[in-house]
């Protein structure tokens, strides 16, 4: 099988695409800032930062397939990112409280070897439950939302929150694999196979 790069320090990322691929592929994280800028939308966004993630570690490889991404969640204009810290989760939390967002992810697969690079956006729909006070201070205190976009993570305890999704799961905990198969099988790497 050909190189595959994984170009992200998440471990869910991680874990993500060794469901689709197996364990056949390295990690190296890219040394690149995001920094936001306001002459893009929240999609353009996170597909710029997901090129540049993938051209940054391209430069450390001289062939094979590098894999990058960038999650955002989005509600009523904004862009939530990571918290960080409690009183920032809480927040998030609060704002996100009973209504409808969008889990973006900027997904880009850059073939070496060819030239071919796909760079492009899953959006899926999270609607997330009416929560109380006591809930938001209890998830937070388990420190689970403090490093997921948007303060919660739906593959973990964040999941009790989520009321119904529509789109792909995978993109909201931040590697949407439906798309991903996708395309690396349109770049000559097996899904199915186990070499």
């Not at 929240?42 to 430069?59: G, N, P, W």
């Not at 397939?65 to 990112?81: H, K, R």
């Not at 009321?163 to 991903?180: A, K, Q, T």
């Amino acid at each position: 099988m050909r190189k595959v790069v994984l170009a992200s320090a998440s471990p869910r990322r991680k874990e993500l695409l060794s469901q689709l691929i197996g364990n056949n592929f390295e990690v190296c994280v890219s040394s690149y800032e995001e920094t936001h800028r306001h002459d893009m939308t929240v999609e353009e966004l996170v597909v710029f930062h997901s090129l540049e993630k993938a051209k940054d570690v391209a430069l450390s490889f001289d062939s094979g397939i590098i894999i990058s991404a960038d999650t955002v969640v989005f509600c009523e204009g904004a862009a939530l990112g990571k918290p960080h810290t409690p009183e920032k989760a809480k927040e998030m939390l609060e704002s996100i409280s009973g209504k409808s967002v969008q889990a973006i992810t900027g997904m880009t697969v850059l073939d070496m070897d060819s030239g071919k690079c796909v760079s492009e956006y899953v959006s899926t729909d999270v609607n997330m439950k009416q929560m109380s006070s006591d809930e938001i201070v209890s998830y937070v205190n388990s420190g689970e939302p403090l490093d997921k976009a948007g303060a919660f993570a739906i593959q973990g305890k964040g999941a009790v929150l989520v009321e119904s999704i529509h789109g792909d799961f995978f993109n909201v905990v931040g590697l949407p694999l439906f798309r991903l198969g996708t395309i690396l099988q349109e770049m000559g790497i097996s899904i199915f196979d186990d070499g």
